[in-house]
């Protein structure tokens, strides 16, 4: 049985490398949902409740605040794009820069991360485990 602390270990140093750009996304998002709810809940109040004629201004404050929550929401979601592309990156990287694997093991695996980008994390972690034998196996002979 091979020891997991290793893919651990991986996890966390793609982790740091994404840290940043994940609380960026987080609090784009939450900013984001806040201002157009609270843009939408206005909006209609507005529209429905009150002469909004009257009450242009507002109707501009609201128009306003909801864009601004419309750019954040873009904004996470490039971040989001962002993370992905980072580790995707950091991932095939460490793959080619393997030197306990194969030449055409390594290639193997960065083929089924290509094609299969949004399985990258368990292909990773499976590139891993195989690393790891390689380096138990190597190191009893």
Partial sequence: MIPQNFI?????????????????????????????????????????????????????????VGALGLALFKESSFQSKRVFKLGYHYMVNRMRESTHLYDYRKERYLQLINKNPMEAINIFREFLMEEQRMKVNNGKN
Avoid: C, D
């Avoid at 998002?29 to 409740?49: E, G, K, M, T």
């Fill in 8 to 64: 651990k270990k991986e996890f966390e140093e793609l982790k740091k490398l994404t840290a940043p750009i994940v609380r960026k996304y987080s609090i784009y998002s939450f900013a984001s949902a806040s201002l157009i709810l609270f843009s939408v809940i206005n909006l209609y109040f507005l529209f429905f409740h009150t002469n909004w004629a009257q009450e242009i201004t507002m109707l501009i404050v609201y128009g306003v």
